[in-house]
């Protein structure tokens, strides 16, 4: 331990900054496993607000990089160490309170969404913001990144539910936006400032969390497309009529990855499958499924099924949920978060397999069909260079695709630091401009996720 990690290893209690390389290996890598990443001179495992504000006091005396970071599930680089940076773990501040009268959850950013979720079940109640990795990622990734998932094609991303936060800002500030209120427009938006901004402008140590009544029993629709273009038309079909609580897509690659991984009894010989839910109450969801059944057969599906089992509906529910985890085992992957508006679907599906072929890699995609938001995954061999190679190209081609659709680079991922080479691609030179300002007002030494999105 150096002098000067050592003068914050004082400052704190025992145990809390660690710095032996077998404990700091856990605190390198996000989920991306991206060859690029750093090694940090020491972790700080925060326990509290205080030394959040500690870390960060220290950091800025001494022009010390510091990466925030939750679960590490992040898929965009967000949150892999840098060399010589100090990772600050939000792991051990899991305190999760439900406040029923004024229906909200008054968390900690360690804890897992999973946790939020149960809190509030028991309550009668329902947080919905709804990643994959829901049962893993932390609720301070989630509003680092505005994370989204399955439901969010009904009932919204994670800034739709996020009613207040306390943050630290890079020189050890304490600011405390927002609250319990449902309704607060003094002064600017800050809350909705952090909300997505990655780390790179403070780091969230309580959230205050809007929460719903449960959520009413959803009926699930599963059709079988012979290619992925039907598949989409349906997706903008349905969408013209019906408000879905779910349209999830997985092409043929994806459906066979899981089957090889865990076999469900998905049809290998899909070219598409649709998993669509409806939550409308009584007789309205009826007369959902029965026209997303009609939009489906009007765009060519062979087969369509509906049920009313919720462990049926589970059943396909997890298959899609475990895309990323069955990729793992057949190589190295490049996780993709390119999201169009919906008309567009079927014109970036199409340039996803057109870029496939032409770097002659695999690229299975799963989607938040219902919202545009596509993930393709780019499988590639990570000891072949040639291959790496490959992927690198064919990953910034799909980023480049979604752009010249209308599209953006990241639908609920974040720019992390494996895309912010194309952020200004998308949003131009003016805004990337205005981005760097307001990074310099609050981090004006550069301290906090160096390297990431802006």
Known sequence: MDDVVKELADALPAGVVVTDPAALEKYRHDWTHDSSVGTPRAAVRA??????????RWATRHGIGVVP????????????????????SLERMRAVEIDTAAKVAVVEPGALNVEVKKAAAAEDLWYPPDPSSFEIC??????????????????????????????????????????????????????????????????????????????????????????????????????????ASMVELMDRASINAVEDFRPMGLDRDAGALLLVQSDAPGASREEEVAAIVAACELCGAKDVEATDDPAEGEMFVQ???????????????????????VPQLPALLAEIEAIAQRHQVEIPVVAHAGDGNTHPAIVYDA???????RARL???????????????????????????GCLEDQIGPAAMALNRRVKAALDPDGILNPGSFV
């Open 319 to 341: 298959a899609r949920r475990v895309h990323f985890t069955a990729l793992e085992p057949r190589g190295a992957v490049l996780p993709e978060d390119v999201g169009v508006p």
């Open 47 to 56: 326990e509290s607000a205080e030394h959040v504000q500690e870390t960060l």
């Open 383 to 389: 000891g072949d260079p040639e291959s790496e190679r």
């Open 138 to 243: 932390s609720i301070g990734g989630n509003i680092a990144t505005n994370a989204g998932g399955l439901c969010c094609v009904k009932y919204g991303v994670t800034t739709d539910y996020v009613l207040g936060m306390d943050v630290v800002l890079a020189d050890g500030t304490l600011v405390t936006l927002g609250g319990k209120r449902v309704k607060d427009v003094a002064g600017l938006s800050l809350l909705k400032l952090f909300v997505g901004s990655e780390g790179t402008l403070g780091i969230v140590t309580k959230a205050v969390l809007r929460l719903v009544p449960a959520q009413q029993p959803a009926s699930t629709v599963i059709a079988i497309f012979p290619t992925v273009a039907d598949a989409a038309a349906a997706v903008i079909e349905i969408g013209r009529t019906v408000r």
């Open 394 to 420: 064919a990953f910034d081609d799909v980023m480049h695709a979604a752009i010249a659709l209308g599209g953006t680079i990241t639908g609920e991922h974040g720019v992390g630091r494996l895309k912010a």
């Open 69 to 88: 970071r939750g679960a590490g599930t992040s898929l965009s680089g967000g949150s892999m160490a840098v060399d010589g940076c100090v990772t600050l």
